[in-house]
Nanobody, 118 residues
Framework: QVQLVESGGGLVQPGGSLRLSCAVS????????MGWYRQAPGKQRELVAT???????DYADSVKGRFYISRDNGKNTAHLQMNMLEFEDTAVYYC????????????WGQGTQVTVSS
């Protein structure tokens, strides 16, 4: 019913860029806060960036100035532009949609692998 479909992951060299996309269906997209999370092997999932229903953004300190989150309510899509990628950015990246204040209304994408390697 609710689907978050991610795309854009892959292998990139240090200093390179990737743009992740998250296509959302089955919810009123404009009502939801959107976020990108990542999980590296053996580590906990961490929040990378958020953009709320009003368009306000926030970023983890480790990606500030390099990553940019955006949303297109007309296309029900969220993006994560990743620039100046580093080895430490290697992880599975997950898209999340959450209705603020309603803990049962949260949804996750399947994850997409980002590998930064020389």
């Amino acid at each position: 019913q609710v689907q978050l479909v991610e795309s854009g992951g892959g292998l990139v060299q240090p200093g390179g860029s990737l743009r992740l996309s998250c296509a959302v269906s089955g919810i009123i997209f404009s009502n939801y806060d959107m976020g990108w999370y990542r999980q590296a092997p053996g580590k906990q999932r961490e929040l990378v960036a958020t953009i709320n229903s009003g368009g306000s953004t926030d970023y983890a300190d480790s990606v500030k100035g390099r990553f940019y989150i955006s949303r297109d309510n007309g296309k029900n899509t969220a993006h994560l532009q990743m620039n100046m990628l580093e080895f430490e950015d290697t992880a599975v990246y997950y898209c999340n949609a959450a209705l603020r204040g309603y803990r049962h209304y949260t949804y996750w994408g399947q994850g997409t692998q980002v590998t930064v390697s020389s």
